[in-house]
């Protein structure tokens, strides 16, 4: 799932249960953004995506905040989110007061979008297959073990 102002990695399957796995928030499956934000956040600004702000649903935070260039007036972060609610990204950065411009979604789990150009598909090589197998088993596992 992307919203239809960004782009970057989707993953399509038959197997109902690996896509939820890999997708829904509560599995805390790590997937990495490019994002072009209007402006220079400020090291405070990145310092408040970690520690989390405070969105409809609740208190949300990435996991991993990097500053990478500036392009303009604008700059590119690299963001990676465990949870990846509904346009997360945007709203937290619109709570700091940062547009968005532009939002790519290079990683989810294991896999990297590489030099995939857009539009273009391809098969997942059966390593690809195993560790997103594997990670989705490892989710499975945490989710089943009884709360104390």
Do not use: C, F
């Not at 992307?2 to 499956?29: C, F, I, K």
């Not at 598909?121 to 499975?140: F, G, N, Y």
């Amino acid at each position: 799932r992307l919203d239809e102002d960004s782009e970057g990695l989707l993953l399509l399957t038959n197997d109902g249960d690996l896509a939820n796995h890999l997708a829904h928030p509560r599995y805390g499956v790590q997937k990495a953004y490019l994002v072009l934000v209007a402006g220079n956040p400020a090291p405070d600004d990145l310092k408040k995506l970690l520690e989390g702000v405070y969105l409809s649903e609740g208190h949300v935070k990435a996991r991993q905040v990097k500053r990478l260039k500036k392009q303009g007036n604008s700059t590119w972060l690299r963001i990676v989110l465990s949870e990846g609610k509904n346009r997360e990204i945007r709203r937290m950065l619109a709570k700091l007061d940062h547009k968005v411009l532009r939002l790519k979604r290079m990683e989810i789990g294991p896999l990297e979008i590489g030099n995939l150009a857009p539009g273009k598909s391809r098969p997942l090589s059966p390593h690809e297959l195993k560790s997103l197998k594997r990670l989705a088993e490892k989710q499975k596992r945490v989710e089943d073990v009884p709360a104390e």
